[in-house]
């Protein structure tokens, strides 16, 4: 089986495989289906430049002309931040997307899919998926879950999504095996907010707690990842009870109009940023690029660990 037929591999991510040096993945969806340009472009730039300044390579991916990127050319960013032609790619459609010679935004579950084939063991994205609200009737659950439980890459995020069922997310990352990680805190932040009402399994303080974790992890043959939980920066958290409003109209408005699937995310999101009149999108952006900040040590000192086998 030849994988390496999918791939490319941006030459500094290569160079800084090959020789042990850390590396943070970043998802794609952001820039194609997460945000309005040109905010979409600016920070995946700026996420990009964080992760160097930590002292780790940044290695974007995405799906062009079906061929898997692990790390990405600036215009390439600038292409998924315009077109109107780039698919949606979780799991189900890596297969489809890369036969077909298409365009595709990777989502959780399709980046960690991608990071592992090339050897990335730590990813930093916004939020994760999860069950969604309503799931008993609509079985409506994020492929994010499963890949965690399945695939061998840390997500260091700001929670789940807050427009998700917080509790039910979290029962099944617990019946999946999926640790849950609270980077200096006790509960499980919720995307906007710090809190969730939620606790998370372990809290750890520093990078050096998380990558030990994760390589006596890893070292044992457990399979699958591993949920850091970072919370928003205080300055930029969201009021709660503003951001629970906005959530439970979009919520209702979704539901009224249909919106099922793969394109509830991205409705949710967009509505709950025009009924908060941007701020959401301003809170999404800080705590991505904490999230950035965070992932970055975690490589750094993970990369650290491994050097010294």
Not at 49 to 74: D, M, S
Not at 210 to 227: F, N, Q, T
Not at 230 to 235: A, H, S
């Amino acid at each position: 089986m030849n994988i390496s037929r999918y791939l490319k591999i941006k030459d500094d991510v290569a160079e800084a495989l090959k020789t042990g040096r850390p590396v943070v993945a970043l998802e794609s969806t952001i820039i194609s289906h997460g945000m309005p340009y040109p905010k979409n472009i600016d920070t995946a730039l700026a996420v990009e430049e964080i992760v160097r300044a930590g002292g780790a390579v940044p290695a974007t991916i995405a799906i062009l002309n079906g061929q898997i990127r692990i790390g990405l050319e600036r215009e390439d960013i600038e292409y998924l931040g315009t077109a109107k032609d780039v698919l949606k790619a979780s799991r189900r459609d890596l297969g489809h997307i890369t036969a077909n010679g298409l365009n595709g935004a990777t989502t959780v579950a399709a980046t960690m899919i991608a990071a592992s084939l090339a050897g990335v063991k730590v990813f930093v994205t916004g939020g994760i998926g999860g069950v969604h609200r309503g799931a008993e009737n609509s079985f409506d659950i994020s492929a994010d879950l499963q890949e965690l439980a399945a695939t061998d890459v840390a997500v260091i995020c700001a929670g789940a999504k807050s427009i998700l069922d917080i509790g039910l997310t979290l029962e099944y990352l617990e019946t999946m095996g999926v640790p849950v990680i609270g980077f200096g805190t006790d509960e499980l932040p919720a995307f906007y907010t710090r809190r969730s009402g939620f606790s998370v399994d372990y809290r750890y303080d520093t990078a050096a707690e998380v990558a030990a974790s994760l390589k006596a992890k890893w070292d044992l043959g457990l399979k699958g990842g591993m949920v850091i939980a970072n919370p928003i920066p205080e300055e930029f958290e969201m009021d709660h009870k503003t951001i629970d409003g906005a959530i439970n109209q979009a919520l209702n408005e979704a539901g009224a109009k249909g919106i099922k699937g793969k394109e509830t995310t991205p409705f949710l999101l967009d509505r709950v940023k025009q009924l908060t009149g941007g701020e959401s999108l301003e809170s999404n952006i800080q705590l991505v690029y904490n999230n950035a900040r965070v992932g970055t040590a975690i490589a750094v000192e993970l990369a650290g660990l491994e050097k010294q086998q």
